[in-house]
């Protein structure tokens, strides 16, 4: 892996992924502990686990200093 994308995009990427992380955490507390803990509806609990995902991998783009998008060709504009 080699890095390809300067300061300002692991920045960028490093932002992204903590607010994704959080976001997702909301998510997961608004199923877990919130007023969606007694319905049956699974949407925040589906949300909550992709958006820490991908927030994870943006974290990681941001502190290995590469982005996938960019390793397929296509050009960013961060």
Do not use: H
């Not at 990427?13 to 998510?27: E, K, Q, S, W």
């Not at 997961?28 to 589906?46: C, E, F, S, T």
């Not at 949300?47 to 996938?68: K, Q, R, T």
């Amino acid at each position: 892996m080699l890095r390809n994308i300067d300061a300002r995009g692991k920045a960028y990427r490093l932002t992204l992924g903590l607010v994704m992380a959080i976001v997702g955490a909301g998510f997961l507390a608004l199923r877990g502990l919130g007023p969606l803990r007694d319905q049956d509806w699974d949407w925040p609990l589906y949300a909550g686990i992709g958006l820490l995902a991908i927030g994870a991998f943006s974290m990681f783009e941001g502190w290995a200093g590469w982005c996938a998008v960019r390793a397929m060709g296509f050009r960013t504009r961060v």
